[in-house]
């Protein structure tokens, strides 16, 4: 055995790949075994290659830092994460129950508003957050789908199970790197693949054309689609360029779209204006439309929201869906999934205190020290805090930031974030991660087969996202394993 | 094919640049050594190369004396003259990293890696010594990169914007080709006429056209003959004629093409009527003025007709 495995340690974590006892996990067997007998020279070699695998493929993100845009090379580790395909249908069975209860709730939310006068989640904690957005009351886009890419996050805590941790239902990224990290591990280690069948993930672009081509308002053999972008400033640009790429769609910017007087969509193309079927929009609510909503978006397009509201074009994701997307509504998931579907929730989410109910805020002001506090309204990881790493000035800056504005406010238990190997500094140690699958509704709903999975690169921490320091793996979903 | 406006435009552009950048090494390639074959005091000025690109202004502004160093740092690496070659990669780049997806992966890899090396080598290579090298190098690779869309693109609406666009700014710099030649006889009587072959074949040679011209007109390098070769000549690729012709070719299959094809059919008109052997020099820089003026506004109807956003 190569000896950077010999210390490895899954202390008091579950961990993906190694069993409590030091051993492999059975599904993980054979890709474990290979990878030790690796020499050490070898793993480097591995690992340059994929260094360079990414920067050949020009596989970046953006971030912004010191009053710059910095392009910045993937970070990626080379050893995959390994999950059997029982676990992983169970998940999926999951994700998509609770993907058409979200989908339920929003189309209330705009119309009958029936969850709430049934009283089942309090009506203020909806109305009033910044997320409802009135101007989409009364829509009711085709098959009651409003967030038809979904991008849930999921950990594992101590004892295996998933949890869900959050729903991103705005304009969720990361699937391209999903697809990329499958394309670098096939390059740099292609003798992990033999013996095993995995399921492939890079049919995901054609997934996604066929659901956005569902939506289109008109029957036609090839819809228009369109993936609207900022722009090459905006740090998923990669993303946004390779997914129309890989539907074949056109990748627009909000200066290329226009609403005529008929209230359609159109693209100003070389032959003239073309009628748009389907917007992709990757630009958030407020800057969609500034006839609606900031009046000082360059980078929206004006009246599409008309043309929207018209039938005349569909959005994916549509307008407003952002209101299911709010860590005090995530705590009333499960109740959603019982009141829409008459079902029990298959997947776990996490005990959650809202910090606006008196009981709850007592309890997390007297226990911040084993809780993560999290502002409702914030993404990419910022603006958190992690209670037992956090030092006691920061502890009383959250207990006052609280107190001033409870409503913005949740509190969740400290999760044993599961872990699994992954190459550092030439050697092999346990980091902490997460998983996030794409859940994608149409006509049809689907669900990846695994998802992107973020790992926290520095020793103990449980922030993985690439803005601060997260890299990714690959990850399988393996058939037939026992 | 969908083509959208914004695409084409840079599309456009990006050939353009590319086609700037080469043409500008050819041209600054075949002075420096035109300059080298010319006896001492019979030599023409380095001023001529900023004359014919029209940047007697920008130059002003950067520097005062028009000698070797200052005029070829100005051509090669200025960063304020946004014709330099190494701003024109740097334009040529802008465009393709935001149509990547409509064009092969390859074209992005070689575009970046010429700005990289432009980067690196433009500054070091004002000076004699290393200005061989550096400008063989971006003719070279801007080939490569022009062979690799000739030979992976679809023939679609993005191959034909692309070809406008180098078509358009290599006639341009055509006809600005033999106003060197022109210029650098003009109003000159201090040279010895044996200096004016030098200079004509200096500008076939910057046209990759002296091997051509020697099989298809003759040996014997006279002034009349060249410039009707380089104007009129269907089968030479940087000939006037040639530029124009391919242009109405690509014209031809776009919609709303009335304006664009009315324009360039003046300009071929007026290329069909204009005969070099009996004009003086100072008609045909008359001549050559006229005709870039008229190339100008086919860029403006263009860039109008198929790239304006502001209309709908």
Redesign the interface.
């Known amino acids: 055995m190569n000896k950077s495995w010999k210390s490895y340690d899954t202390g008091a974590f579950f961990d993906e790949l190694i069993t409590s006892t030091g051993r492999p996990r059975v599904v993980a067997r054979r890709a474990v075994n290979l990878l030790q007998s690796l020499s050490q020279e070898d793993m480097v070699a591995r690992r340059e290659a994929a260094e360079l695998a990414i920067k050949?493929m020009?596989i970046s993100f953006t971030i912004y830092s010191e009053g710059k845009n910095i392009d910045r090379a993937w970070p990626f580790d080379i050893i995959p994460r390994v999950i059997t395909g029982r676990d992983w249908s169970k998940v999926s069975r999951g994700l998509v129950q609770r993907t058409r209860a979200l989908n339920c709730f929003i189309d209330d939310i705009y119309n009958k508003q029936k969850i709430l006068s049934d009283g089942v989640v309090p009506a203020d904690i909806v109305l009033e957050s910044g997320n409802y957005k009135p101007q989409c009351a009364g829509i009711s886009p085709r098959y009651g789908a409003w967030a038809h890419i979904c991008g849930s996050d999921l950990v594992r805590d101590k004892d295996g199970k998933f949890y869900v941790l959050e729903d991103n239902l705005r304009v969720p990224s990361g699937v391209s790197y999903m697809l990329e990290n499958r394309e670098i591990t096939k390059r740099v280690l292609p003798e992990l693949f033999e013996n095993y069948s995995i399921q492939p993930v890079d049919d995901y672009p054609s997934k996604l054309y066929s659901t956005l081509a569902s939506l289109s308002p008109r029957e036609r053999r090839r819809p228009?689609i369109v993936v609207l972008t900022p722009g090459?400033y905006n740090s998923a640009y990669f993303e946004h360029?390779f997914l129309?790429?890989g539907m074949g769609a056109?990748?627009?910017?909000g200066?290329?779209l226009?609403v005529?007087e008929d209230d359609c969509l159109?693209?100003?193309?070389?032959?003239?204006?073309?009628r748009v079927d389907v917007v992709y929009r990757r630009i958030d609510d407020d800057f969609l439309d500034p006839e609606v909503f900031r009046e000082d978006s360059a980078l929206g397009v004006p009246g599409i929201m008309r043309a929207w509201k018209e039938g005349n074009v569909a959005i994916a994701n549509a307008p407003g869906s952002g209101v299911a997307d709010d860590k005090v509504v995530y705590a009333f998931v499960p109740d959603m999934i019982r009141y829409y579907l008459n079902e029990k929730p298959a997947l776990a989410s996490v005990k959650t205190y809202l910090c606006m109910h008196e009981e709850d805020r007592n309890y997390v002001l007297a226990n911040l020290d084993k809780l993560v506090v999290k502002p409702a309204n914030e993404s990419g990881g910022y603006g958190l805090m992690v209670g037992p790493h956090a030092t006691r000035a920061e502890r009383a800056r959250f207990a006052r930031l609280i107190e001033a504005d409870p409503r913005n406010y949740i509190a969740q238990p400290t999760l044993s974030l599961s872990t699994a190997p992954t190459y550092i500094d030439e050697t092999v140690a346990p980091r902490h991660l997460d998983l996030r699958p794409f859940i994608l509704s149409g006509k049809d709903t689907w669900v990846t087969p695994g998802g992107l999975t973020r790992v926290a690169l520095v020793k103990g921490s449980l922030v993985v996202n690439s803005s601060q320091g997260g890299g990714s793996k690959d990850t399988w979903i393996v058939e037939g394993s026992r | 094919m969908?083509?959208?406006?914004?695409v084409?435009d840079r599309l456009y552009w990006m050939a353009r640049y590319l086609e700037r950048a080469e043409d500008t090494a050819r041209l600054t390639q075949a002075y420096t050594h035109l300059i080298m074959d010319i006896p001492e005091g019979a030599e023409p000025g380095w001023e001529i190369l900023v004359q014919i690109l029209d940047a007697q202004p920008i130059f002003g502004a950067r520097a005062r004396a028009y000698n070797e160093q200052n005029v070829l740092r100005f051509l090669i690496a200025d960063e304020e003259n946004f014709s330099s070659i190494s701003q024109c990669i740097k334009g040529a780049r802008e465009n393709v990293?935001?149509t990547?997806?409509v064009l092969p992966d390859e074209v992005?890899?070689n575009v970046n890696e010429l700005h990289l090396y432009c980067q690196e080598w433009a500054e070091k290579s004002v000076g004699r010594r290393n200005r061989h090298r550096f400008l063989d190098e971006v003719i070279g690779r801007c080939q490569m990169i022009n062979g690799l869309m000739m030979s992976t693109l679809c023939r679609d609406?993005a191959y034909r914007?692309i070809k406008l666009g180098a078509l358009l700014e290599r006639a341009d710099m055509t006809t600005r080709v033999i106003d060197v030649g022109a210029g650098a006889l003009l109003g000159d009587e201090r040279h010895h006429s044996s200096v004016d072959p030098l200079i004509w074949a200096s500008v076939l040679q910057s046209l990759s056209a002296m091997g051509t011209y020697r099989r298809t007109v003759g040996p014997l390098v006279e002034v009349n003959e060249v410039v009707d070769f380089v104007f009129l000549e269907e089968a030479l690729p940087r000939s006037v004629k040639f530029c124009l012709n391919g242009i109405r070719k690509e014209l031809l299959p776009?919609?709303?093409n009335r304006e664009a094809l009315r324009v360039l059919d003046r300009s071929r008109r007026s290329l069909s009527r204009f005969h070099p052997e009996s004009s003086t020099r100072e008609e045909l820089h008359a001549f050559i003025d006229a005709f870039q003026a008229n190339l100008i506004t086919l860029g403006s109807v263009i860039d109008e007709t198929?790239f304006s956003?502001d209309k709908?």
């Open positions: 050949e020009g228009c090459i360029a129309a790429q056109e990748l627009v910017e200066s290329d226009f005529d159109y693209m100003r193309t070389v032959d003239g204006p073309e | 969908r083509m959208l406006s914004r084409a990293r935001t990547r997806d992005w890899e609406h914007f776009l919609k709303h198929w956003l709908t």
